[in-house]
């Protein structure tokens, strides 16, 4: 078999990390990597042609070492990268824990192939996130996690993103991060999945959410889960125009009264969702 075809076949065999998953962890990223190396072990064609295979070697993660991530920034060639940060008090042995700078300074010199980006991080960490430029990104998850001590901090902080950038981003995933400027939610236009958990936002208010939801009817997956705004608006003056999602799949509300509301009111949906 020629050495292009053999490559061809594992493109299609491969299956490549889910961006869209909700468990983007180390485990995962783990997993991938032991296919891709059991995959190398077959025999010395296969190692050959799977080195010189650039979609095989996409992923790049802060639970690998630097000499991992460094041969699959150089293999994946142009290919669009699925960039994993987080777990770093992984229970697991050989998990890699290192700050979120060292392992940007990394990766930093291929930001225009950011493809897929999921960063769980610390609080404290959430001012090292980066300006998000990249052509090519599609999916954008930042999760922060719960200090292990104490109440959260308060964060003055905002996502930093291109229009071109969210103008192209399909998943969109915050968890516990502050949004104290709503102009990144008002640049999103092809959004297939939404969410929100414990968002807080002292200049985010109810519309600029549900203005995000109306202009991207493409949604299938929809979760709003324990947002936290400092909204003066009432029900009584709110835009309460349908919005039409004809794609939507799955949808969760937990949240405040206000919101809930307006999503249940003006939300409308083929009818056997539900």
């Not at 610390?122 to 996690?145: G, N, T």
């Not at 400027?181 to 969410?195: E, G, V």
Request: glycine share 2%; hydrophobic share 40%; proline share 7%.
């Amino acid at each position: 078999m020629p050495n292009e075809l053999l490559s061809l076949v594992f493109e299609l065999a491969w299956s490549p990390i889910n961006v869209t998953s909700e468990d983007w962890s180390y485990k995962q990223c783990l997993s991938d990597l032991v296919d891709l190396y059991t995959l190398r072990r077959v025999c010395k064609l296969w190692k050959t042609v799977a080195d010189a295979t650039p979609v095989l070697w996409t992923l790049v993660s802060s639970t690998f070492s630097d000499e991992v991530n460094r041969t699959s920034l150089i293999r994946s060639g142009t290919c669009a990268l699925s960039i994993y940060y987080g777990d770093q008090q992984s229970p697991h042995p050989r998990a890699i824990s290192q700050p979120l700078p060292k392992f940007l300074s990394l990766i930093d010199s291929h930001h225009h192939r950011w493809g897929s980006v999921a960063l769980e991080i610390p609080p404290e960490e959430i001012l090292d996130v980066p300006y998000f430029s990249s052509q090519q990104m599609v999916a954008l998850k930042i999760r922060l996690q719960s200090p292990s001590h104490g109440p959260s901090p308060e964060l003055n902080w905002y996502l930093k993103i291109s229009a071109e950038t969210a103008s192209q981003i399909e998943v969109l995933e915050l968890v516990q991060v502050p949004m104290d400027q709503p102009q990144a939610l008002s640049l999103l236009k092809r959004l297939r999945t939404l969410i929100m958990e414990r968002v807080s936002g002292r200049h985010t208010t109810y519309a600029d959410i549900m203005n995000t939801i109306a202009m991207n009817t493409g949604i299938e997956t929809l979760y709003l889960i324990g947002i936290e705004l400092t909204d003066t608006n009432t029900n009584s003056n709110l835009d309460m125009r349908p919005i039409s999602l004809p794609n939507l799949k799955s949808i969760l509300l937990w949240t405040d009264f206000t919101l809930a509301t307006q999503v249940l009111k003006r939300v409308q949906v083929v009818p056997d969702i539900f």
